[in-house]
């Protein structure tokens, strides 16, 4: 099992999640959050100030996915997401622990 946390603009979300719709997903889940990658410096340029920091709204995407079908979701993030422009987003893919809590 992987879990996989993709990291989209906002406008995307709605049409990801419609495409992940018939994905083999195990469980999903959404949530609002606030960041930035790359493109800080960039943003610093156009900041008011020399110590504000832009944090850009995203929606972040986790879910727990079978092993065997992971590059199928993946191929459906990427072709759903990615536009080409410095902050279309981040997909992580990491190992999801199957021991039970203590």
């Known amino acids: ?23 083999p997903l195990e469980a999903l889940q959404v949530a609002e959050v606030k960041g930035f990658g790359r493109q800080k410096s ?7 100030t ?11 995407i986790t879910m727990f996915v079978d092993d065997m079908r992971v590059e199928e979701v993946l191929r459906v993030i ?9 902050g279309d987003g981040k997909v992580i893919v990491l190992n999801a ?3 039970t809590p203590t």
């Open 97 to 99: 622990d199957d021991r």
């Open 78 to 86: 990427v072709e759903t997401s990615r536009s080409g422009r410095m």
């Open 50 to 60: 020399e110590y504000s920091l832009a944090f850009l709204p995203k929606i972040e």
């Open 1 to 23: 099992m992987k879990i996989v946390i993709a990291v989209v603009r906002p406008y995307v979300a709605e049409s990801l999640l419609q495409n992940l719709r018939l994905a």
């Open 42 to 48: 960039y943003l610093d340029q156009y900041s008011s």
